[in-house]
């Protein structure tokens, strides 16, 4: 099982921008972001394929604002969050999976990071 460690999260203004990070033990397939807002499900964020560096992102709500990327000489995976509303408060959860990535954000067979929380006030 992965290891994963998140940190980066705050509390900001809207318009500002946070950096979130997500160190791990070792590479797999399939790593990336999953958010949980207050009172909902878990939901997925954005992903990147390891070996490739293809990026997939969740929506349109993310799309030009937020950026995944990764380091893999200090086995780091980031989340650049611009523009940031206050609908992108939640918990921020690094995840990774063995294979494929899903394209539709399904949540299976993820380890998960213990979550850094975001938290954007208008």
């Known amino acids: 099982q992965v290891q994963l460690v998140e940190s980066g999260g705050a509390s900001v203004q809207a318009g500002e921008s946070l950096r979130l990070s997500c160190a791990y033990t070792?590479?797999?397939?399939?790593m990336g972001w999953f958010r949980q807002p207050p009172g909902k499900e878990r939901e997925g964020v954005a992903l990147?394929?390891?070996?490739?560096?293809?990026?997939?992102y969740s929506d349109d709500s993310v799309k030009g604002r937020f950026t995944i990327s990764q380091d893999n000489a200090d086995n780091t995976i980031y989340l650049q969050m611009n523009s940031l509303k206050p609908e992108d408060t939640a918990m921020y959860y690094c995840?990774?999976?063995?294979?494929?990535?899903?394209?539709?954000?399904?949540?299976?067979?993820?380890?998960w990071g213990q979550g850094t929380q975001v938290t954007v006030s208008s």
């Open positions: 995840a990774a999976r063995a294979g494929s990535c899903f394209w539709n954000f399904k949540i299976f067979a993820y380890d």
């Open positions: 990147i394929y390891t070996s490739g560096g293809q990026t997939l």
């Open positions: 070792y590479r797999t397939g399939c």
